[in-house]
C-alpha cells in the first residue's frame, strides 16, 4: 500500500529557450550566478514540500555541468542545510556517486551528517553515467565491468565501517587499514568516527540495469532500490519489479511484490490530459534533449541522437514524445482523479509499494515545479495518506 510520497530534483537551474527547437543542450553555458541558483530553487522546494507533507527530498550529486542541467556537486552539505530548515520531511541522497569517493570519506560525511539531522538524511550510493565527472576524478565509466567492480567493493567497505565497531578489509582496490606502526603499535583495524547514529543505516540505489548480478548485490546489503527518476526511465517495469523480488528471496530476504522498492513517475496536473500535453512537452523535449546523447532515451538510433543535438533537424527526426511517455506508463498526466485512479492501480498490482516518487524533468521552471507539487499534495496524496 503506497504511504509515502517522494519526489527527486536533480539540480536544474531555470532555463530559457527550451524544447527541440531551443538551443542545443551543449551550447549552453551559464553564468556562475545562474548556475548557483540551484540553492535557492532547492530550498523553495525543500520548504514547501515540508509545509505540504511529503515524506522525502531527494537530490542528485553531479559535477561540472556549465549547461544548468544538474548542479549539485555534495548533495550531504545541501542536505544538511536543508535540515536545519525545514521541520520534519527527510533528504536522501539520491545518489551519492561512489566511483568518484573514497569511501571511508563518504561513510565519515553521512555519518556526520546523520548526527547533526537528528537522522533525517536517507543514505543512497550509484555508480554514475557521465564520463566527464567520474573519469575526471579518477575513476573508470568507460569501462563498465571495472567501474562496478570498484563500486561493489567501495559499497561493501563502507557497510563495514557502518555496521563494526572496528574493522578491515583487504581487496583488489583498497587495503585498509595499511599495516603502519601508530603510537606503538601495528595497526590491524580502523575505526569510523562517528559511526551513525541511526543503524541500521537505510541505503537506496537506482535501478537501472537490473541485472542478477546488480540486484543480488543490493539484497546482500539491503539495499533497497528507485526505478525511475533523473536519467533512469521511470514507471513501474514489471519484469525488473519481480525480477528485484527474486533476488531479495534468493537472498533469504521474503518481500511481498513492489517490496523495498520506490517507483518514479514524472507528473503534471491539468484540466485535461490534452492541457497537460501541452503545458509539459518542452520540458519533456528538454529533458531528452540532455539524456539522449548519453544512451538513457531506449529505442532511438544513431542518427536520431545526432539530430538531438540541432535544433534545425530534431523536430523532423521522429523522436519520441509525451504521449508516447504518457502510453508507456512513466508520465503520469491529466486531471487529479485520473492520475489517483492510475496510482490505485500501481498500488493494486503491487501490494509490497510503500513509497512513490513523483516530479519534473530538468527543465521545468520553479514556479512550476513549486505549483505542480503543491496541486499533488493537495488533491492526490489524500487518497493516499489517510488509507
Not at 550566478?33 to 509545509?51: N, T, Y
Not at 555508480?127 to 567501474?147: K, S
Not at 563500486?151 to 603502519?180: C, L, M, W
Not at 546523447?293 to 509525451?322: E, N
Request: aromatic share 10%.
Amino acid at each position: 500500500m503506497i504511504t509515502k510520497f517522494g519526489s527527486l530534483f536533480a539540480g536544474h537551474v531555470d532555463l530559457d529557450d527550451e524544447g527541440l527547437d531551443g538551443i542545443a543542450a551543449n551550447d549552453r553555458w551559464l553564468s556562475d550566478e545562474l548556475l548557483a541558483g540551484v540553492f535557492p530553487k532547492s530550498e523553495a522546494i525543500a520548504k514547501l514540500m515540508d509545509r505540504t507533507g511529503y515524506d522525502t527530498f531527494w537530490l542528485a550529486e553531479h559535477h561540472f555541468q556549465r549547461e544548468g542541467y544538474e548542479c549539485i556537486p555534495n548533495i550531504l552539505l545541501l542536505a544538511m542545510h536543508l535540515c536545519h530548515i525545514t521541520k520534519n520531511i527527510k533528504i536522501g541522497c539520491g545518489f551519492n556517486i561512489a566511483p568518484m569517493w573514497h569511501p571511508l570519506r563518504m561513510a565519515e560525511d553521512y555519518a556526520t551528517v546523520d548526527r547533526l539531522t537528528g537522522g533525517r538524511v536517507v543514505f543512497g550510493v550509484g555508480r554514475g553515467y557521465h564520463t566527464r565527472e567520474v573519469e575526471v576524478f579518477g575513476a573508470p565509466l568507460l569501462d563498465q565491468d571495472a567501474n562496478r567492480e570498484l563500486f561493489e567493493e567501495q559499497v561493501d567497505i563502507i557497510f563495514k565501517s557502518f555496521n563494526e565497531r572496528a574493522f578491515s578489509h583487504q581487496g583488489k582496490h583498497y587495503t585498509i587499514p595499511p599495516q603502519v606502526p601508530y603510537r606503538g603499535y601495528e595497526l590491524q583495524e580502523i575505526t569510523l568516527v562517528p559511526r551513525p547514529k541511526t543503524l541500521p543505516v537505510e541505503c537506496w540505489q537506482p535501478v537501472v540495469s537490473a541485472s542478477p548480478r546488480a540486484l543480488d548485490f543490493m539484497a546482500k546489503h539491503g539495499i533497497k532500490g528507485i526505478i525511475g527518476g533523473g536519467a533512469a526511465q521511470g514507471g513501474a517495469n514489471e519484469k525488473v519489479v519481480h525480477a528485484f523480488r527474486e533476488a531479495r528471496t534468493r537472498a533469504g530476504r521474503e518481500t511481498a511484490l513492489g517490496g523495498d522498492l520506490c517507483i518514479g513517475f514524472s507528473f503534471h496536473i491539468a484540466d485535461s490530459v490534452e492541457q497537460g500535453i501541452k503545458e509539459a512537452t518542452p520540458f519533456f523535449e528538454e529533458n531528452i534533449k540532455m539524456f539522449a546523447p548519453l544512451g538513457f532515451v531506449p529505442g532511438l538510433t544513431p542518427a536520431q541522437i545526432d539530430a538531438v543535438a540541432d535544433p534545425k533537424r530534431a523536430r523532423q527526426a521522429g523522436l519520441p514524445t509525451l504521449r508516447n511517455a504518457i502510453k508507456a506508463g512513466t508520465w503520469l498526466i491529466g486531471p487529479p482523479e485520473l492520475i489517483t485512479e492510475q496510482l490505485m492501480e500501481i498500488q493494486h498490482k503491487y501490494p509490497g509499494l510503500e513509497v512513490v516518487n513523483v516530479g519534473q524533468p530538468v527543465g521545468t521552471p520553479e514556479a512550476v515545479i513549486l505549483e505542480q507539487l503543491e496541486r499533488f499534495s493537495a488533491q492526490v496524496m489524500p487518497k493516499f495518506k489517510k488509507t
